[in-house]
């Protein structure tokens, strides 16, 4: 079993920028393909970013590339999403996931560990 718990979400303005936190606990955390996918009000869950255990290699969605970065620590089992440019369309739900699968599956995928998600929001 992994426990993952989120931090980091708010309010922010267009163009500004949001760091979100996940950690992870239980067996073998530090091993897992962790990622974040994120939903918006009234739309369907989507993958935004995942990173390999090793940190390499990592997977984004192609709605924040260069302007989103993932990374992990696994000293502190934790994994991190940088989120820079924020644009209103980013408003939703983040979520933490972990799964053995590697990152470029990840995306197609349900994972099998989540966390309980925290809410970025972007006004414009």
């Known amino acids: 079993q992994v426990q993952l718990v989120e931090s980091g979400g708010g309010l922010v303005q267009a163009g500004g920028s949001l760091r979100l936190s996940c950690a992870a606990s239980g067996h073998n955390a530090r091993f897992y393909t962790m990622g974040w996918f994120r939903q918006a009000p009234g739309k369907e869950r989507e993958f935004v970013a995942a990173?390999?255990?090793?940190?390499?290699?990592?997977n984004y969605a192609d709605s924040v590339k260069g302007r989103f970065i993932i990374s992990r620590d696994n000293a502190k089992n934790t994994v991190y999403l940088q989120m820079d440019n924020l644009k209103p369309e980013d408003t939703a739900v983040y979520s933490c996931?972990?799964?053995?699968?590697?990152?470029?599956?990840?995306?197609?995928?349900?994972?099998?560990?989540w966390g309980q998600g925290t809410q970025v929001s972007v006004s414009s």
């Open positions: 996931a972990a799964d053995g699968q590697p990152t470029n599956i990840l995306p197609a995928t349900t994972p099998s560990y």
């Open positions: 990173i390999s255990w090793t940190s390499t290699p990592s």
